[in-house]
């Protein structure tokens, strides 16, 4: 009630006061624009030297290529600008908040001083850092005299009236001079003219922060593209990270294969055969009580296969591999706790890889709904959008569902990205819940 009474009076803290300020007359204040201001600034300087080492160190290592030696200074060249490299990443990470990983490291083969040289030659990291540290010269002379001219002239003209009324007559001059020669002279002298030129000012300092905002949007291209790491060197740091969820997987899904057989089949034919046992000792004493003991290993017999059936569907249902994606997520939701409603529009087959993810994805979401959402109705759909497979799995649930909490769902969302697969969990208090997958579309076989 405290905080409703004092603002609907008026007292509100600095930081309410700060944002009811529009965006164009807040920015000349924020920090994030002096702190992309001084990116620009020390930009010029460093690139003169990083430009200066860049281009003497090749042309000395080019030099001498006729000579053994130009092959190690060209080398010493190239590793001094990767160094430069590191320090353009951690300036742009501080002023510019550029979060740009650092990029793969030397393979070298062998040890040693050859081996290393060789390395960095070999390297497209130096190479990049060497294009890097010749084109940003030009590119900082011009983001440095935009930014200084337009924030020079900026808080000049806006502050003119100040100094006006200070220094009247400075150095027997009336006012700012616009123009002059030998038999003309104009000044900025009168109330209009002064009001006129802080409004410029005013203009070019509202202005200033989105150009200087735009020169360093170049330089995040030029640090990202540049001095990151490579499109492969990323695509092969994914692809490592999933294979290890890959085997993760398979590791536990052989566990629990190894656990329900162990607990479950496998227990229950021990017991059968020792029940067998008994009864075949007891046929001649007691026919009866044997005729009794088979019917209930018979009864047993029949539990053992449902367990092995549930457990081979659970591995890879047949209707799957026999009908595809409709009869088998049909079948799946006819075991749901609640009525669902299944559409799948494909126009073909997905490859047997995909449409078995495809499949486990929809029956671990429907397991969910019967476990958690305390839902009256689903539905699920499927279907095609160019190159990839869509799966969207809908209830009127209680909501609240959170890939992001270690889940369930977050192994799902983890095992969908192993493929190059996306989950989607839009799931507020109070629901509804509309979970959406998306999977690559690979080797399309017609239906039949």
């Not at 930081?15 to 164009?24: A, E, H, V």
């Not at 930014?147 to 400075?170: I, K």
């Not at 000012?201 to 922060?209: I, Q």
């Not at 007691?286 to 569907?313: F, I, N, S």
Request: hydrophobic share 45%; net charge negative; charged share 20%.
């Amino acid at each position: 009630m405290a905080t409703d009474y004092g603002q609907s009076y008026g007292f509100l803290d600095k930081g309410t006061r700060r944002r009811r300020l529009p965006t164009g007359l807040r920015a000349p204040f924020e920090g994030r624009t002096w702190r992309e201001f001084g990116y620009v600034l020390l930009g010029l300087p460093i690139s003169i030297v990083l430009f200066t080492y860049a281009v003497t160190m090749v042309a000395i290592g080019a030099g001498l290529l006729v000579t053994f030696l130009g092959v190690p200074v060209l080398a010493a060249g190239l590793a001094g600008c990767r160094g430069f490299g590191a320090l353009e990443r951690a300036r742009a990470r501080g002023l510019l908040e550029l979060d740009v990983a650092d990029p793969e490291p030397l393979r070298m083969r062998g040890n040693g001083f050859l081996a290393w040289m060789g390395a960095v030659l070999k390297s497209g990291t130096s190479w990049r850092t060497l294009l890097y540290s010749v084109i940003h010269l030009p590119w900082a002379v011009f983001s440095f005299v935009v930014a200084v001219n337009f924030w020079a002239y900026g808080w000049a003209l806006l502050t003119y009236p100040l100094w006006f009324w200070l220094f009247p007559v400075y150095g027997g001059q009336d006012g700012l001079q616009l123009y002059g020669d030998q038999t003309h002279h104009i000044y900025l002298d009168n109330p209009f003219e002064i009001g006129v030129t802080a409004l410029v000012g005013l203009l070019f300092t509202l202005a200033t922060p989105w150009i200087v905002r735009a020169l360093t949007m170049v330089d995040r291209v030029m640090v990202h593209g540049l001095l990151g790491p490579s499109r492969l060197a990323t695509r092969v740091v994914e692809l490592e990270s999933d294979r290890g969820v890959v085997v993760d997987t398979a590791a536990a899904d052989l566990r629990r294969i190894e656990r329900d057989l162990h607990d479950g089949a496998q227990a229950r034919l021990v017991a059968l055969a020792m029940d067998l046992g008994l009864a075949k000792e007891k046929l001649t004493e007691d026919p009866q009580a044997a005729a009794r003991m088979v019917d209930e290993a018979h009864g047993e017999v029949k539990t053992a296969l449902q367990e092995l059936r549930d457990l081979a569907r659970g591995i890879h249902p047949a209707v799957l591999t026999d009908r595809g994606l409709d009869a088998a997520l049909s079948s799946v939701a006819s075991r749901c706790t609640v009525p669902v409603q299944v559409e799948v529009d494909l126009p073909a087959r997905p490859a047997p890889a995909i449409e078995g993810i495809a499949y486990f994805t929809v029956s671990e979401l429907l397991q969910n709904i019967s476990k958690h959402s305390r839902a009256t109705w689903a539905a699920v759909d499927v279907w095609r959008v160019e190159n990839r497979l869509m799966l969207q799995v809908v209830d009127n649930g209680v909501g609240g569902a959170d890939a992001a909490t270690g889940s369930g769902l977050g192994g799902l969302a983890e095992r969908l990205d192993a493929v190059d697969g996306i989950l989607v969990v839009d799931s507020p208090v109070g629901g509804p819940t509309r979970v959406t997958a998306e999977l690559p579309w690979r080797g399309e076989r017609a239906l039949g």
